[in-house]
């Protein structure tokens, strides 16, 4: 008798055909699996597969030294001395950016397009003597480069008069109307969702709060978009096709639903996402290169490295989000060469990754098959419109994979079948080496795709997906196989200490609670931690900078990855001292969007001033919390 291998039999359907005929009756083909759950939109199908893509963070801010700007600069202080369009987009496609989102306008309401709706603009900039169009500059370019485009209009406006009135919304349409119209096809519209307080208000000067959801009328506000911009997807409110992930740290949740209650956004639940939610909202995860979402000189050396990069990508995209990269040119208007530097080490290493489908050669079989059309080598023919599955009543099927030999490797990547629904609930993964299975891993939800990272190189003889709970019968349409190839380590440009004075040097004082040691040693993974202060309890706490310096202002960071059931400060008070005894007023304020952004807070004087000695007074935290935690203070000259 010949002798057949486990292998011929499978190259030659044998076995699949033995697996599905020992299923029974059951196993008898049928047709197309009917979708469980919400499903996407055509237009998420397509955002599903962009997977990362870059957020260009330029505007006033970036000559201001702020993150959100009040709304009252001069438009005269947008001026880039070298603004190179092509330069950013080139270093966001040899990152594996597949798109580009401009802040078209930020808060502060100042205008990267030359509109006539606002003088608050780029026409009334010393940029091109009043007629450019960085908008306009920054879309052709990007298509030049083959990479899709979009927009971020915020509907913040800190420098209209008629913010938080009827008048406002008005304007804010048009405003959707121009970018939706001047500027190609885009594929993402972003709101963000940072919305009222204080601000310049056309002179007024005062604190103006909305309902927003009512304000906005996001339903009509959303249809208007798609009405220029079909396919383009929005981005954030109840409504629109993406939902923000819950942080600006870059870390989807484990897992992360594409699906979500009908309700307003909950953070708890943009996170993680929510099983078996009626509506399609797949979660967007958003983060800058850098610690802050503008450029900062003091920064320069605090770029995120080439592995960072990395792991953020396995906790994003590998988890079924797309990501959004943010890159913020400087004054100039290009991204600074250690940040190009990086992103081309990251996106080299991605490509070298993500070359070669390992398990490309290898033979599929599995416990059950729907029929030929469902057949398990559907897995690995590349396509995202074939999919391998079972009859209806067999929820927890196993795949296997028959591998080549000698193909060691460290990246699994897995993908559902979006268009009929997240079916999978928890799934583990199995090798077999040296004659002994071991399970890999194990999570729930595969979704757009899950990508599992060993912590080496493995060689299995066979390879096998087991679905250990689903409501109804898997859709899988790939299961791949690669080798992980690390970035090359890009060393960091020396940090600028005659501008940017950390606390080497400094001593505390005073303080309100023991350890604010910890805001001096320029490690953002430690902290000063007090209870919770209060209006009438207020934390303190007194420096000494060692000599007296001419300085511009102050910087604070919160913890990067906070406290269990702490929170940064909401707001500040400052003073400072020449002598440690008599005391000048150096301003008071809250610190923007700490709580979310968890970025340095920079906080200019009213005017540069000579001291030694800074006292600050802190009396509620951003959020409610037990506790307030900083991680650490300093100061700057220019």
């Not at 030929?372 to 599955?389: E, I, T």
């Not at 912590?455 to 349409?477: D, K, N, T």
């Not at 001292?577 to 610190?591: H, I, L, N, Y």
């Amino acid at each position: 008798m010949t002798d057949l291998s486990r292998r011929s039999l499978i190259a030659s359907g044998m076995a699949t055909g033995m697996a599905a005929g020992l299923a029974g009756p059951a196993a008898a083909a049928t047709g197309t699996p009917r979708p469980w759950g919400a499903t996407p939109s055509p237009r998420q199908l397509i955002w599903h597969k962009r997977q990362q893509y870059a957020f260009v963070h330029f505007s006033i801010n970036t000559f201001t030294g702020r993150e959100w700007g009040l709304g009252d600069e001069s438009p005269k202080l947008f001026n880039p001395t070298d603004f190179d369009p092509d330069q950013i987009v080139a270093a966001a496609k040899a990152g594996g950016m597949t798109g580009i989102i401009l802040t078209a306008k930020h808060h502060d309401g100042f205008c990267l397009w030359p509109t006539m709706l606002t003088e608050h603009c780029i026409r009334n900039s010393p940029y091109k003597n009043g007629k450019g169009d960085v908008v306009g500059e920054m879309e052709r370019a990007t298509r030049r480069a083959g990479l899709s485009f979009g927009l971020y209009l915020s509907p913040w406006d800190r420098n209209h008069a008629d913010y938080g009135r009827p008048a406002y919304i008005d304007y804010f349409r048009q405003q959707i109307v121009e970018l939706c119209t001047r500027y190609g096809k885009l594929f993402e519209f972003w709101f963000d969702g940072a919305n009222g307080g204080d601000g310049y208000y056309g002179g007024a000067r005062e604190t103006r709060k909305i309902d927003a959801p009512r304000y906005y009328d996001w339903p009509k506000t959303i249809a208007l978009v798609h009405r220029y911009q079909p396919d383009a997807c929005t981005f954030d409110p109840l409504g629109a096709d993406i939902r923000w992930v819950g942080n600006e740290n870059g870390v989807a949740g484990d897992p992360c639903w594409p699906t979500m209650p009908n309700h307003p956004y909950v953070q708890s639940e943009g996170n993680s996402g929510v099983r078996g939610a009626p509506l399609w909202w797949p979660a967007e995860t958003d983060v800058s290169i850098r610690p802050g979402w503008f450029y900062h000189a003091d920064e320069d050396a605090k770029v995120k490295s080439p592995a960072r990069l990395v792991r953020l990508f396995d906790e994003s995209v590998g988890r079924g989000t797309n990501l959004n990269l943010n890159l913020p040119p400087d004054r100039r208007g290009q991204l600074a060469a250690h940040d190009v530097a990086v992103l081309k080490s990251f996106g080299d290493a991605q490509r070298a990754s993500f070359a070669t489908d390992l398990a490309q050669g290898a033979v599929a079989s599995a416990s059950h098959v729907r029929g030929p059309a469902f057949a398990p080598a559907r897995v690995l023919d590349g396509r995202d419109d074939s999919y391998w599955s079972t009859p209806d009543g067999v929820t927890t099927p196993t795949l296997t994979l028959d591998l080549p030999p000698n193909r060691p490797f460290d990246l699994i990547r897995l993908r559902e079948h979006l268009p009929l629904g997240v079916r999978v609930t928890r799934f583990a993964v199995e090798a077999e080496t040296d004659g002994r299975w071991q399970r890999l891993a194990e999570h729930e939800c595969i979704g757009a795709q899950r990508i599992i990272r060993l912590p080496r190189p493995i060689s299995a003889r066979r390879l096998r997906l087991v679905v250990l709970e689903a409501p109804v019968c898997p859709a899988i349409s790939e299961v791949a196989l690669f080798r992980s190839v690390a970035p090359v380590p890009v060393a960091p440009p020396a940090a600028r200490e005659d501008q940017v004075l950390t606390g080497k040097g400094w001593t505390v004082v005073a303080a309100s609670a023991p350890g604010a040691e910890a805001m001096l040693d320029n490690d953002v993974a430690t902290a000063w931690t007090t209870p919770a202060p209060t209006a009438a309890a207020p934390a303190t706490l007194t420096l000494d900078l060692g000599q007296a310096r001419d300085l511009a202002g102050f910087s604070l960071t919160p913890e990067r990855n906070p406290t269990p059931n702490a929170a940064p400060p909401r707001g500040y008070r400052v003073e400072t001292s020449v002598d440690g005894r008599a005391w000048t007023a150096a301003g008071e304020g809250e610190f923007p969007n700490i709580a979310y952004a968890l970025a340095t807070q920079r906080i200019p004087f009213p005017a540069p001033r000579r001291l030694r000695y800074l006292r600050f007074t802190f009396a509620a935290t951003a959020v409610p919390a037990a506790k307030m935690a900083v991680a650490d203070i300093g100061a700057f000259a220019g």
